[in-house]
Structure formats: C-alpha cells, structure tokens
Nanobody, 122 residues
C-alpha cells in the first residue's frame, strides 16, 4: 500500500487549501482514512478521520473549518481546509488502516504517506 500526498502550500491566514492523498495498492474491503499533522517541536496530532461508511470525526481545533472526503473512484482522500490560521502550520500526513475507525487508537494506523507541508502566515 502506498499513500502519496500533494496539494500543500504557503498561504495567508483566512485562505483555503485542499491537500489530497492518492492511495495505491489498497485491496481491503473496508478502510479508515485519517489526516494527521505535526508542527516543529510538537507531537503529531489527529486532524480527523473518515471510514468506508463515510462517517467522519474531527479534532475540536478544526471542526467547522476542515472537511475530509474520500473519492472512491479516484482512490483519493481530500482535506478541504478553510479559514486557515497560522497555528494550522504543520506537515500534514494521511494514513490508512483496514480496521474500523472506532477501534484504531490515536495514530496507530498501518499505512502512512510522506507528508505535505502547509504554511499559514499572518
């Protein structure tokens, strides 16, 4: 399984970005896909996750601003980020796992992408 992120960038506060994560070689019937981020000197934190029933959950810090979606035809996961803030600056990673989202603790996903950088300036 290979996950390839793209679509990060540098923007001003208040702008939008839509990173994507293309999935290759995933043959499991079900999935839980997640977005995580890690800022310099900080621990990795979960942004949100989506399962194969299209159920989503988000961190409090991004609820109402970020939206996760999965295009099953294109095998691509998206993270729509609106109203970006400087504190959203981080490396963003996608992750995948064949287990139910509800049973995957913290960031214990099986498969990870290489990351895409998002920088938000004030």
């Amino acid at each position: 399984v290979e996950l390839v992120e793209s679509g990060g960038g540098s923007v001003q506060a208040g702008a939008s970005l839509r990173p994507s994560c293309e999935v290759f070689g995933y043959t499991y019937g079900r999935y839980c896909m997640g977005w995580f981020r890690q800022a310099p000197g900080k621990a990795r934190e979960e942004v949100g996750r989506i399962d194969s029933d299209n159920v989503t959950r988000y961190a409090d810090s991004v609820t109402g601003r970020f939206t996760i979606s999965m295009d099953r035809v294109a095998n691509t996961l998206y993270l729509q980020m609106d109203s970006l803030r400087p504190e959203d600056t981080a490396m963003y990673y996608c992750a995948a796992d064949p287990l139910l989202c509800s049973v995957i603790p913290r960031d214990l996903f099986d498969y990870w992408g290489q990351g895409t950088q998002v920088t938000v300036s004030s």
